[in-house]
């Protein structure tokens, strides 16, 4: 039985995708690694097919035409056939040691019977140009090792949002009406970690510094630079996110599950403003002002909620003044988290 589908999505890797592989590698039988080569120009797709002859229990690759990083992902979702999904970019890897320990709390709740339609794990930002790392954990909102509900979760802080890299699901949940991410588009998993959490009834936190995630390369889709470059894609997303849920109708069932998907689109439109007003760019500040001139006229509750309630304070600052402290409040993040 595999345990723990891994998808790998590609898109010329190969100089930093041997890492990767190997280290979910780690897992031996009891995973699944699905690498999906996005038609590639240079030797991925041959390094992926030698590791899937080498590993033939193990390894599946996918040659697919070119649809980004969110096809990549479908893929995944939709031939995976581990009990667990996660999603492991190709320049980043995993800590082998905690893999053994989740994969231990995987095979342990499935022979109790208490399989968990989500897991929680940290994830690390890894640092090349200064050799440091920044761990985002969870163990101040979450109980550890057990399963709970969102009832018993804790507020989050002002920078603090679960993460693709964060989260693994189980794969029969996620693949259950699943809704395709847009191809050609970035910043799709933000999309891919909000739209199932309705769903999920059941969760277990495990304190484990899971996902490496790499920082160093200039091409980067996180980049200050690529980000305002790629900001139509960013408010794409965000408006896919707007429209996945009814929040009034979520908040009548659960409020704590709903003040956390608040404050994740209080993040996503506090994204759009500080790269909108880092780019100075007359058009790109006129296209996030229609994205809030959209949001009133689509959906009137979550409008006011993000521009008047308690999120307002990450969303709704305007003028000069409103303008500074979006950048420099992204300017500190960035100094201490170190996420580009």
Known sequence: MKY?????????????????????????????????????????GKIADEYAAKYPDIIRVIHQNNGGHGEGVNQ???????????????????NTEALDNLLSAIKKNHAEGTD?????????????????????????????????TWNEMKGFGVSQCLMMHSVVFRTKFLQKDYIPLPKHTFYV?????????????SISYLNLDLYRYFIGRDDQSITEANVIKRLDMQMK?????????????????????????????????????????LSK??????????????????????????????????TNMYGAIGRAIY??????????????
């Not at 998808?7 to 690694?33: A, R, T």
């Not at 933000?190 to 009834?201: A, G, H, S, T, W």
């Not at 599950?257 to 404050?263: A, G, N």
């Open 237 to 277: 997303v965000t408006e896919l996110m707007f429209a996945a849920h009814d929040l009034k109708k979520i908040k009548a069932e659960n409020k704590k599950l709903y003040q956390y998907m608040l404050h994740n689109l209080a993040i996503m439109m506090h994204i759009n403003a500080s790269f909108s007003f």
């Open 327 to 340: 950048i420099f409040g992204y300017r500190i993040a960035k100094k201490i988290v170190k996420f580009q």
């Open 4 to 44: 723990l589908s891994v998808v790998v999505p590609c898109y010329n890797s190969q100089d930093y995708m041997e890492k990767c592989i190997d280290s979910v590698l780690h897992g031996g039988d009891d995973v699944e690694i699905i690498i999906v080569d996005d038609e590639s120009k240079d030797n991925t």
């Open 189 to 201: 998993d933000n999309i891919y970690m909000y739209r199932p959490l309705p769903y999920v009834k």
């Open 281 to 314: 760019d007359k058009e790109k500040i006129r296209k996030f002002r229609k994205l809030w001139k959209d949001l009133k006229a689509n959906d009137r509750f979550l409008y006011y909620k993000l521009r008047y309630g308690t999120t307002a304070i990450l």
């Open 76 to 94: 995944g979702v939709l031939n995976s056939t581990g009990l667990y999904f996660k999603v492991v970019d190709s320049d980043d890897w995993l």
């Open 116 to 148: 968990p339609d989500l897991y929680i794990c940290n994830y690390v930002y890894e640092h090349t140009a200064d050799n440091t790392t920044y761990v985002m954990s969870y163990k101040d909102k979450f109980p550890d090792k057990k399963i709970f």
